[in-house]
């Protein structure tokens, strides 16, 4: 099947068979989002929309994006990281489906911020953003668009904080749906998802053996939360930093020893970050590891390891396998820097498995509808996944997990909405 040609960029067309193999492996993973694809295709509550997708290019968002097309949607498409992206993936999009998709794994900054150009130039009607790089772009380089904009979605944790900055600046311009808080999407994408695929990340650049590591992970979020407890299940012994009293708390009582970073950082060999914020591993921490200690970043922005210090203290680089930079320092220690610093869960192995995706990506499609049925009434600000999309989201992932569960007699109904009756 070949498709009329979209305005598109990405790095070999002759790649797209091998793509859609892959997008089809991903799919039978995904029957929460069969099921909305399906109904889309009946009922078309996205005819006329155009969407501008600025978000991983990977097997789970194609299904996501073809969902949304049979939804009746017009989508362009482009990458939320300069390492994130599925050539082949790309490559059958744009050739198998008529996808416009701006994406190149590798591309530097000045293409990656020209792929987010030429998405919006589809002069969307809708955002779907992951990291609110395109949301961003949209606001200081493309206002004469924002009339047009009747609303948006956003993925993860970091773009859901930059959009309440915006919206508390009095600067954000339309409602957005925060995917991300949805209990469908953070409880289990951000825990298990990223869990899993980080470890398999760390794992498919390094090939090292967990038992009997010290690993230190720094930020006991979701994702930290997730991360500690798979590199544990390897057999790790595990550190964590963080620096809200309570999650240290619950690190703490969930068995993981908690220590400030100046501590950690010479007891670790592998050292993962999952904090959303800058220099959670800086100048004086590199100072401080031994030789030989892995850097792997699971953020969403390549801030959290101080790499600017991390040149600074560098005698030379260079790449020593894919995915690993060796840093010989000036004191001849030597120091492993996982995929330039980036997402290492995308930039080193496939990002979360499609049946954790299935959920989060759920949540997407049925975001977009709400804000196709509801945007134009929502005034600019962010707004949750409505919870009857939501708990829609988990009834039919149980379902599709073959798992029951028991509903409520009205006897018990009656009992929780009273309040006569005590001891
Ligand atoms: N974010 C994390 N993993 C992902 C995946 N597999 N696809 C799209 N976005 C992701």
Redesign the pocket.
């Known amino acids: 099947m070949r498709t009329r040609p979209v305005p598109a960029d990405v790095k070999d067309l002759a790649l797209a068979e091998e793509g859609n193999l892959h997008i089809e492996w991903a799919a039978r993973e995904m029957p929460v989002l069969r099921l909305i694809r399906q109904r889309f295709l009946r009922e078309r509550p996205l005819g006329g929309v155009r969407l501008s997708a600025c978000?991983?290019v990977?097997?789970?968002?194609a299904n996501l994006v073809l969902a949304l097309r049979d939804g009746g949607a017009s989508v362009a498409l482009c990458a939320s990281n300069p390492l994130s992206t599925q050539d082949a993936v790309a490559a059958a999009l744009v050739q198998l489906h008529g996808i416009a998709t701006h994406a190149i794994k590798g591309e530097d900054n000045d293409t990656y911020y020209r792929h987010i150009r030429s998405t919006l130039e589809h002069g969307p009607h809708i955002t779907l953003d992951?990291g609110a790089d395109l949301v961003t772009t949209l606001h200081t380089e493309r206002q004469d668009l924002l009339p047009g904009v009747t609303g948006g979605t956003e993925?993860t944790t970091t773009g859901v904080i930059r959009l309440r900055s915006m919206a508390a600046a009095g600067k954000l311009r339309y409602p957005i749906v925060a995917v991300n808080d949805a209990e469908t999407k953070h409880l289990f994408?951000n825990r298990y998802?990223t869990g899993q695929?980080t470890v398999d990340g760390i794992t498919r650049a390094t090939n090292i053996l967990w038992a009997g590591r010290k690993v230190v992970v720094a930020g006991y979020g979701w994702c930290g939360r997730g991360v500690a407890s798979r590199a544990r299940g390897m057999g790790a012994h595990v550190i964590v930093t963080e620096v809200d009293p309570i999650r240290a708390l619950e690190a703490t009582m969930n068995g993981f020893q908690v220590v400030p970073m100046a501590q950690a950082a010479p007891l670790g060999d592998v050292f993962i970050t999952t904090t959303g914020n800058t220099n959670a591993i800086d100048e004086p921490h590199l100072k401080l590891m031994r030789d030989g200690a892995i850097l792997a970043n699971s953020g969403h922005f390549n801030v959290e390891i101080n790499l600017p210090a991390l040149e600074g203290l560098a005698r030379s680089h260079r790449p020593i396998r894919p995915s690993v930079e060796e840093y010989l320092l000036k004191d001849g220690r030597r120091l492993y820097l996982l995929g330039e610093g980036r997402l290492i869960?995308?930039a080193a192995a496939?990002?979360?498995?499609?049946s954790v995706?299935d959920m989060s990506f759920a949540n997407q499609a049925l975001a977009v509808e709400f804000l196709v049925q509801r945007g134009t009434s929502l005034a600019p600000g962010v707004y949750p996944v409505p919870r009857e999309l939501d708990q829609e989201v988990g009834r039919l992932k149980l379902s599709a997990m073959g798992v029951a569960i028991d509903t409520l007699t009205p006897e018990q109904q009656r009992y929780l909405a009273s309040w006569e009756s005590g001891t």
């Open positions: 978000l991983h990977t097997t789970e968002t992951d993925e994408d998802g695929s869960n995308l496939e990002g979360h498995p499609s995706m």
